[in-house]
């Protein structure tokens, strides 16, 4: 099997990657807006960046002349081969934190540090080089590849909404926003916002997104004594701060919410008999410290999937309203409309109101199809590894959008995940690990015969 990357590739797809964890972008759009670029100047930045990129390695690229996504593709063939991307990065959380500057690629001990290095810049540009790769080994393509750079993952897919309304779709592709070997189910992403009164004897703005379990949530009212005593009496860490307390949690992706401490959903547990209030209530007498919604829900798994997944991404109450941010991941078997329904029945006995905020489909591309076995295949043979098996995930990826598309990385199998947290960093002997089964994967999917792209090496 052929070793497809260079010192030269090497060299310059971590120049490239440092030079895009340095464009900061965060979504600074707001749902209801209409702007050019439409998710902030710094998105749109990144992808003409990463378009000028793919047109210097011999790519036709094409840019959205509303911003929306732009795409980059090469070769020719009744088919056509996906990968599917993003640009867009959560905001940087604490800043404090880090270890480095989060929007500066920085080198320590062979990894490289900086937002976006593992979601999803590094393997996006692992992609872009493993591309290079092949091409640069002369290899014919008798397939078109197509490189489609979204910029609204994190938040609504509204820019992968706008290419599926004026593009055509791949015929078969994936995306490396995962892990490895891959994911070949994923949950439906439900995300919603529980919405009530507002009081003036309460102020509260915890968390920064729906889809991060939060690792700190503060209170500045009254009775901070009572607080105290209460937190302590329930073992819940917190610490004081300059003008109140700070419940101490561990902030995960919200897909993996069992993993971490979700420390909005603690603070409730203190302040339901404190201070009253019906979304305080909901939450604490609820959801509590479950993850998988039983209260609210009763059992919800299955098979293929597993057990439903729920995360409190934010709670903000002032004097006019309040609002929880709620981050739902549903078996791949299980009707959206019964979850919708026992939450709108069970938030309105509070006087709470349902509002839907987004939703994705699950994706299900069965185990023994011909796509997640040609992918499991070159993943065994250029690691060895046979142990790992094709996953389900709870996580949301491009893959969904689109048929026939399946998560293949780039993140290996016991190493360390920091998507979405602070001191997010790429091991780089992993990056160019991904990068390599990437080349071998595209060789396979665009410059074989039918027979050879279903695992078979030459």
């Not at 014919?140 to 993952?153: L, P």
Request: proline content about 5%.
């Amino acid at each position: 099997m052929e070793n497809y990357l260079t010192d030269s590739i090497k060299s310059e797809s971590l120049q490239l990657l440092k030079k895009l964890i340095g464009i900061p972008s965060v979504n600074t759009s707001q749902e209801t807006e209409e702007t050019y670029p439409p998710f902030g100047k710094e998105i749109d930045r990144a992808l003409k960046e990463t378009l000028a990129i793919c047109d210097k390695l011999g790519m036709d690229t094409f840019y959205d002349p509303e911003g929306f996504y732009g795409y980059a593709e090469y070769g020719s063939g009744e088919e056509t081969v996906g990968v599917l991307c993003h640009l867009d990065v959560v905001p940087e959380g604490d800043t404090e934190k880090w270890k480095s500057d989060p929007f500066k690629g920085v080198e320590r001990d062979g990894v490289l540090y900086g937002r976006g290095s593992q979601d999803d810049k590094g393997p996006t540009v692992a992609a872009l080089y493993a591309f290079k790769a092949v091409v640069d080994a002369g290899k014919t393509f008798n397939k078109k590849i197509r490189f489609i750079f979204g910029t609204d993952e994190e938040i609504l897919w509204r820019g992968m909404d706008h290419y599926k309304e004026h593009e055509d779709f791949p015929d078969l592709g994936f995306v490396p926003d995962s892990r490895f070997p891959l994911t070949y189910a994923e949950k439906g992403l439900l995300q919603a916002r529980v919405v009530g009164p507002g009081t003036s004897k309460l102020k509260l703005q915890c968390g920064s997104a729906p889809n991060v379990v939060p690792e700190r949530a503060e209170y500045k009212g009254g009775h901070l004594e009572e607080l105290s005593r209460i937190l302590t009496d329930k073992d819940i860490p917190y610490h004081q701060s300059e003008e109140g307390i700070v419940v101490e949690g561990k902030s995960v992706h919200a897909s993996k919410a069992g993993e971490g401490k979700n420390a909005v959903t603690r603070l409730a547990q203190g302040l339901v008999d404190l201070q009253p209030h019906p979304l305080i209530s909901f939450l604490a007498e609820k959801i509590g410290m479950e993850t998988n919604g039983e209260t609210l829900f009763g059992e919800v798994k299955d098979e293929v999937s597993g057990e439903l997944t729920l995360n409190v991404g934010t709670l903000e109450i002032s004097e006019n309203t309040s609002e929880a941010m709620l981050d739902i991941r549903i078996p791949v078997t299980y009707d959206k409309e019964d979850i919708v329904e026992k939450v709108k029945n069970i938030s309105s006995e509070y006087g709470l109101e349902y509002k839907e905020h987004d939703f994705l489909d699950s994706l299900y591309v069965p185990e023994d199809s011909e796509l997640v076995q040609s992918l499991l295949a070159i993943y065994q043979e250029k690691t060895g590894d046979t142990e790992n098996k094709p996953m389900v995930s709870g996580g949301a990826t491009y893959a969904r959008a689109m048929p026939n598309m399946v998560a293949f990385g780039a993140h290996f199998p016991g190493s360390i995940s920091l998507e979405h947290q602070e001191n997010e960093g790429i091991n780089l002997d992993e990056f160019y690990k991904a990068m390599d089964i990437y080349a071998e994967t595209i060789y396979r999917l665009c410059c074989t015969d039918s027979q050879q792209s279903n695992g078979k090496s030459e």
